[in-house]
């Protein structure tokens, strides 16, 4: 931290998303309306997954919390984005820059470890269904989120201060639509090394370790299915955790292409794409996927929305 006042730079300025004013306008549409869903649909799934109490399971309680996560990173990147689209001012500060990274990787690491609590939960309700009910107890549940979150908070203050050692001279101007550990590796006119070795450390354990824990319970899942007799008993079994696997094939694949690769890689066409997919666009995607692939969410929905209907019929 002491370093950053050896630095002449006070400030970034986000060269990414660059083009025409028509070309960003339209992007600053589509990318409103992408957040607009994204709030909607993360928020309206906490909601009524908090207010069906048939719905208060450990799966639907991994699953708020992954609701809030992708709430919370894309607001931490796609309000600045839709600034720098509609304004000319494209500057971000030393520290406006850094809280953003810092927080954007708290959530994004969160996430990886809570897809793989999410297996673990699968793993238990097809495998072992008569131990569900005592094996993920509240207490269990709680203990694995917290862990997610600390894991989350460790892994982004270790990457953080990493890069606060970094130099940046006279460069400013960052080739990304945000804060990345890429860009501003790209960036700084110090020697990197140390600094790109922790980054590979830290994602490549983040999402090796998940990534292992999601593989092997998946395994013993479709190990389980095959030994189901009826085809509907394997459909079924399939169905409670198609919408997870779908999900975590999503957001691994783009930000395994992003992080687990040297400076050196760093190209900006393509990963601006990638990180617009996992940082806009699978936020919005997320509870599309866990609401409109899954009938209990949909039936507790209408429970909901019956609730109120009738609630304002007796006023």
């Not at 208060?56 to 709430?71: E, G, V």
């Amino acid at each position: 931290m002491g370093r950053w006042n050896s630095t002449s730079v006070s400030g970034f300025i986000l060269m990414g998303l660059m083009g025409s004013a028509e070309t960003q306008l339209v992007l600053s549409v589509l990318f409103l309306l992408i957040y607009l869903i994204t709030v909607l649909g993360n928020a309206g799934m906490i909601l009524i997954i908090r207010l069906d109490p048939q719905l208060h399971t450990p799966m639907y309680f991994f699953l708020t919390h992954l609701s809030f996560l992708d709430l919370s990173y894309s607001s931490v990147i796609t309000p600045k984005t839709l600034q720098n689209l509609l304004t000319s001012n494209k500057s971000i500060s030393f520290l406006g820059c850094f809280t953003q990274m810092f927080f954007f990787i708290v959530f994004i690491a969160t996430e990886c470890f809570l897809l793989s609590s999410m297996a673990y939960d699968r793993y238990v309700a097809i495998c072992r269904p008569l131990h569900y009910p005592i094996t993920m107890s509240t207490r269990l549940c709680h203990a694995l989120l917290a862990g997610c979150y600390v894991m989350g908070f460790v892994y982004s203050t270790v990457i953080e201060v990493s890069m606060t050692r970094l130099h940046f001279c006279n460069s400013k101007a960052i080739q990304h639509f945000f804060c990345d550990t890429s860009p501003i590796l790209a960036l700084s006119c110090s020697d990197t090394t140390e600094a790109e070795i922790i980054i590979f450390i830290c994602a490549g354990s983040n999402i090796v370790l998940s990534l292992i824990t999601i593989s092997g319970s998946y395994l013993s899942i479709l190990s389980t299915i095959l030994k189901i007799n009826s085809t509907a008993g394997k459909k079924k079994a399939f169905s409670t955790c198609a919408s997870h696997l779908l999900g975590v094939t999503i957001f691994y694949s783009t930000t395994i292409f992003s992080y687990l690769k040297p400076k050196s890689s760093y190209a900006l066409g393509k990963d601006q794409v990638a990180s617009v997919f996992y940082t806009i666009v699978v936020p919005m995607l997320n509870p599309l996927i866990y609401s409109l692939r899954n009938k209990e969410v949909k039936n507790a929905a209408l429970r909901v929305l019956q609730k109120r209907d009738g609630c304002r019929q007796l006023k």
